[in-house]
């Protein structure tokens, strides 16, 4: 099986996700699944 890489965009835009939920007071552990 191959390595799935991810574009740089496609990690910023995680990334953002996860700040937003974040935000919302979700923790980040749960935030990151």
Known sequence: MG???HKP???VTKLR???VLVGQR???I???R
Do not use: F, N, T
């Open 9 to 11: 965009e496609e990690i």
């Open 26 to 28: 979700m923790s980040r």
């Open 17 to 19: 996700q996860v700040d």
């Open 3 to 5: 390595i799935k890489r």
């Open 30 to 32: 749960d935030a990151i």
